[in-house]
């Protein structure tokens, strides 16, 4: 099947790498005007770049989903360019991850700041500009650590279980309101992304062998897979659902994803 999501427009922050780039990658594949959304900058355009030079329509802009007048901004020019918006991948997120005796505040707070106030800017600024046009799809990056705790991970999965009973919450209110507006998680569990890299290059694949079922750690197309059908109408009877993407880890894996001795 082609042309999933021929005709909308999205916008998928974190777009530069990992589960963005993929996501942005995926769903203009499919027939989707991107608009991809990061704050760093040759990235962004080296994927908006690849998605032109494989036949896709892309559009890159600098964006701190931290900032409200960011949101604002992006909307805005959206708004300008496409008139509508369709989907919404809330994706751009941070990790700071090891023992919580050794965390600061500033290094929480930051997380709360992109993975959770971003997640909640997002969302309340799509929700009008979508409901304009009929409605839409809000794709919140979770992960399995916002639904099982993991050692190493208290802080990040604080802030990953915020985006999964917000995300519950609001797509309530948009059902019950009509704004045709759906809203789903989706947690991902060990998945090859810059993510790790930035917290010492954790080796995946001895992680996954210890506790993933399949045996072996995800990639990004893998989530972007996901995140495709969440935006499609495919779905379109799917609302308030978490799509967990983890190989099986938080269905019973044998060990936790990182141990702290």
């Known amino acids: 099947m082609t042309g999933r999501v021929e005709g909308k427009v999205a916008v998928v922050t974190g777009g530069a790498s990992g589960i963005g780039r ?12 991107v608009v991809v959304t990061d704050v760093q900058d040759d990235l962004g355009e080296k994927t908006v770049h690849a998605i032109r030079e494989s036949g896709g329509r892309a559009e890159y802009l600098h964006h701190d989903v ?21 989907v919404l991948v809330n994706n751009a997120g941070i990790g700071i991850m090891g023992p919580v005796l050794d965390a600061t505040l500033a290094d929480f707070r930051r997380q709360i700041e992109v993975n959770l106030e971003g997640v909640f800017l997002g969302v309340k600024y799509a929700i009008p ?7 839409g799809s809000i794709v919140n ?11 190493l991970m208290a802080t990040y999965g604080a802030t990953k279980g915020g985006v999964r009973v917000y995300t519950k919450a609001v ?35 001895a992680m996954s062998d210890a506790s993933v079922p399949l045996g072996a750690k995800g990639l990004p197309s893998d989530i972007a897979n996901g995140v495709l059908w969440l935006a499609s109408d495919e779905s379109r009877y799917v609302t308030g659902s978490e799509l967990v993407i983890d190989g099986g880890a938080s269905a019973g894996g044998t060990g936790p994803l990182m141990r702290s001795e």
């Not at 993929?22 to 005007?33: P, Q, Y």
């Not at 797509?171 to 569990?189: D, F, K, Q, Y």
């Open 22 to 33: 993929s996501s942005a990658e995926r769903l203009a594949n499919e027939g989707a005007i």
């Open 66 to 86: 931290a900032q409200e007048t960011a949101w604002s901004d992006v909307f805005d020019q959206v708004r300008a360019r496409h008139g509508r918006l369709d």
């Open 129 to 135: 500009f979508m409901a304009e046009g009929g409605g």
């Open 141 to 151: 990056m979770s992960s399995i650590v916002g639904i099982i705790g993991q050692p």
């Open 171 to 205: 797509a309530l209110e948009c059902a019950t309101s009509g704004t045709g507006v759906r809203v789903n998680s989706v947690h991902p569990g060990i998945i090859e992304t810059p993510i790790w890299s930035a917290n010492g290059s954790p080796d995946l694949d």
